[in-house]
């Protein structure tokens, strides 16, 4: 099994999600003309600090109605509801992606310098970004896939869901080797910085 990593992930800025995650803000759910356009400043100096960075690995399985097991790795996940998910599949990939700490500094920097907008909007930025990194990195595979006649699932599932335990960020931190994107995991099993995430996706017959 090999790491595949992503120095860079291009994508533009989703201004439409940022401003649905934004609407759910009281304060930020109307705006005149001067607030929108500080708002739209916001989101672009935020855009300019987001580093996205990703990896992903393709992994054989076995699994059981309760668990999920990788082939080549001393790693078991103990999830019914994973297990379900990947019912189908003789192959799972696991994906990880991170906004930087850039971006994460200077929402704590925001924050106590008492600029609460300005937080939010930054939180809302990479929050998104860094979502549609991993629907990047999604796109990118379904790509390489075709040539095989399989696909991802269309639903991925994240540590912390249901009885996907988020103790299992551990082996995603690990088969993942996301210290070589720059991040770290806490006792707690929480990724610093903290806008970074990962997912676990079927490989099925394009299809399915």
């Given amino acids: 099994m090999k790491v595949h990593f992503f120095k860079s992930i291009p994508i533009a800025l989703p201004y439409k999600k940022i401003f ?16 929108r356009a500080k708002v739209d400043r916001y989101i672009n100096e935020a855009g300019a600090l987001v580093e996205l960075r990703g990896a992903s690995l393709r ?11 990788i082939e080549s ?5 103990k999830s019914a509801v994973l297990s379900g998910l990947v019912k189908d599949c003789a192959e799972i990939m696991l994906l990880g992606a991170t906004a930087g700490e850039t971006i994460v500094n200077a929402i704590a920097q925001d924050i106590l310098n008492s600029e609460a907008t300005r937080a939010v909007v930054f939180d809302a930025v990479a929050g998104e970004m860094t979502d549609a990194a991993l ?10 896939l075709r040539r095989e006649n399989k696909a991802l699932t269309k639903r991925r599932m994240s540590a912390g869901y249901g009885d996907f335990r988020l103790e299992n ?9 996301l210290q070589r994107l720059g991040v770290t995991i806490s006792e707690q099993y929480i990724l610093i ?9 079927g490989i099925v017959d394009d299809g399915v």
């Fill in 135 to 144: 629907d990047w990195i999604t796109r990118y595979w379904n790509q390489e």
């Fill in 193 to 201: 910085p903290e806008k970074s995430v990962t997912a676990v996706a």
């Fill in 169 to 177: 960020q551990k082996t995603f931190y690990t088969l993942l080797d």
């Fill in 20 to 35: 649905s995650r934004l609407g759910h803000v009281q304060g930020l759910t109307r705006l005149n003309t001067a607030q």
């Fill in 73 to 77: 790795a001393d790693a078991v996940f």
């Fill in 59 to 69: 992994c054989k399985i076995r699994h059981d109605a309760q668990a999920v097991a």
